[in-house]
């Protein structure tokens, strides 16, 4: 049974850090490109970062560019998301997914990924 499990999702002040994590089972992990999108109340699904097989390759969406980083440690079958200078506009629901294509011409869109969990609060005070 696959399952993506995310954890780290808190109440934090606007300028604070955060550290998502999202650990998977029963998926050759190493086989996977993994993403982080998310989701604000009334809003579409939103790419974040995505991170090739290897850790050799990622992609970020504009509004996190140069504040978040995403990382991934194959032996634990984990990636991360760190996210710096939390802004209120960064509140929503973080979701970890993945997919099997070997890397994107261009920033994946949710329907690019087929796997997903359940998603972890991040809010930012003002």
């Known amino acids: 049974q696959v399952q993506l499990v995310e954890s780290g999702g808190a109440v934090v002040q606007a300028g604070g850090s955060l550290r998502l994590s999202c650990t998977a089972s029963?998926?050759?992990?190493?086989?996977?490109?993994m993403a982080w999108f998310r989701q604000a109340p009334g809003k579409e699904r939103e790419f974040v970062s995505v991170?090739?097989?290897?850790?050799?390759?990622?992609m970020y969406g504009d509004s996190v560019t140069g504040r978040f980083t995403i990382s991934r440690d194959n032996a634990k079958n984990t990636v991360y998301l760190e996210m710096n200078n939390l802004k209120p506009e960064d509140t929503a629901v973080y979701y970890c997914a993945a997919d099997r294509s070997i890397w994107y011409g261009a920033l994946p869109s949710r329907y690019n990924f087929d796997t997903w969990g359940q998603g972890t609060q991040v809010t930012v005070s003002s």
């Open positions: 991170i090739s097989r290897n850790g050799d390759g990622t």
């Open positions: 029963g998926l050759d992990f190493m086989m996977y490109c």
